[in-house]
């Protein structure tokens, strides 16, 4: 039975996107923790007081994005356009100042106009989403992780939406043997856990490593068995907003390897130094070079120009009195 809504118009800052950067969501399958089918995202927004399942539509376009909210109740509305407003990876001045000295950015950017990475705010889901997706392909960890939120989550409806939330006392109350029946191997299952553990009393806590810098975000994170420097690279990347490139990513190396360095299979150290100059844009940069290898639309604009001139460029670009230009054209 459709339960009652609150629904309200919510108006963005553009370019955005909406359905090409939640495509991230679909094209590994549906895990029923953040939901997207081409037209409906549903997600969960929390705070102090709760949980706050939400679903929305897009009704503007990439220039002057508006999304149709529902809510199950009005009081919600507040702490629910809060977490839209902040589920975006905003544009930053950095990103103008690279597009203006990589021509590769710039074209991508004109090419995947609107396209912004998507952040996942809750800390659980994206310690998990990391774990469930270590020597597997996307869409086997997606199928993990629905079963793991369909057996042991918490459901929650809005409207004929249906959602799920992992829950961290739940989770860490678990024994290996409850998630290795879901199929996930011993190793993951002890690895969930503690993941779930260190969240539930505290130990890894989203205000706390919001607060901290880089290295002492990674030295926490990693400070859990199970979770490596991969997983605390994509926490400050995906769910902090951090400028951090998560160098060894097999999917980064990849998509730098094409960009950058010929097509070769790039190394974690590799990957920093052909990405360096993206400074405070790396976030941005690292989700559009991804979106554009899975659209295959990176081949064609990569190896414009040598990675030694765009660092001669860069460094041209930040000297005093030189003004960073947004892309105009892709010619």
């Known amino acids: 039975m459709r339960s009652e809504t609150f629904e309200f118009d919510l108006q963005l800052p553009g370019p955005l996107d909406y359905a090409a950067s939640l495509e991230i969501f679909r094209r590994s399958g549906d895990d029923m923790l953040d939901r997207w089918d081409g037209r409906w995202?549903?997600?969960?927004?929390?705070?102090?007081?709760?949980?706050?399942?939400?679903?929305?539509?897009?009704?503007?376009?990439?220039?002057?994005?508006?999304?149709?909210?529902?809510?199950?109740?009005?009081?919600?509305?507040?702490?629910?356009?809060?977490?839209?407003?902040?589920?975006?990876?905003?544009?930053?001045?950095?990103?103008?100042?690279?597009?203006?000295?990589?021509?590769?950015?710039?074209?991508?950017?004109?090419?995947?106009?609107?396209?912004?990475?998507?952040?996942?705010?809750?800390?659980?889901?994206?310690?998990?989403?990391?774990?469930?997706a270590q020597q597997v392909n996307l869409k086997w960890a997606a199928t993990m992780r629905r079963r793991l939120a369909e057996t042991f989550g918490r459901a929650y409806s809005v409207g004929e939406h249906r959602v799920y939330r992992l829950d961290p006392e739940r989770l860490a109350a678990l024994q290996i043997t409850d998630i290795r029946a879901l199929q996930f191997t011993t190793r993951k299952a002890e690895y969930i856990i503690n993941a779930a553990r260190a969240v539930a009393n505290g130990e890894l806590n989203i205000a706390n490593l919001a607060g901290s810098p880089d290295e002492e975000v990674i030295a926490k994170v990693t400070a859990i068995r199970g979770l490596g420097l991969w997983t605390a690279e994509w926490v400050l990347a995906r769910t902090l907003g951090r400028p951090r490139v998560s160098a060894g990513?097999?999917?980064?190396?990849?998509?730098?390897?094409?960009?950058?360095?010929?097509?070769?299979?790039?190394?974690?150290?590799?990957?920093?130094?052909?990405?360096?100059?993206?400074?405070?844009?790396?976030?941005?940069?690292?989700?559009?070079?991804?979106?554009?290898q899975h659209e295959k639309t990176l081949h064609k604009y990569a190896a414009t120009v040598s990675h030694s001139t765009l660092v001669a460029r860069q460094r041209r670009m930040s000297k005093p009195g030189r003004a960073a230009l947004a892309p105009r054209s892709a010619n």
């Open 41 to 132: 995202l549903i997600r969960i927004a929390s705070d102090a007081a709760g949980v706050h399942p939400y679903a929305c539509q897009a009704v503007g376009g990439i220039d002057a994005p508006v999304l149709r909210v529902a809510v199950r109740d009005a009081a919600e509305r507040e702490v629910v356009e809060a977490a839209i407003r902040a589920a975006f990876l905003p544009l930053v001045l950095e990103f103008e100042h690279l597009c203006a000295v990589d021509p590769l950015i710039a074209r991508l950017a004109i090419q995947h106009h609107g396209f912004r990475p998507v952040l996942q705010a809750d800390l659980l889901t994206a310690l998990v989403r990391c774990i469930s």
């Open 249 to 292: 990513d097999l999917g980064v190396r990849k998509a730098v390897g094409i960009a950058y360095l010929g097509g070769a299979m790039a190394s974690p150290e590799e990957v920093r130094q052909a990405t360096a100059h993206w400074g405070g844009a790396a976030a941005l940069a690292q989700g559009l070079l991804l979106h554009a």
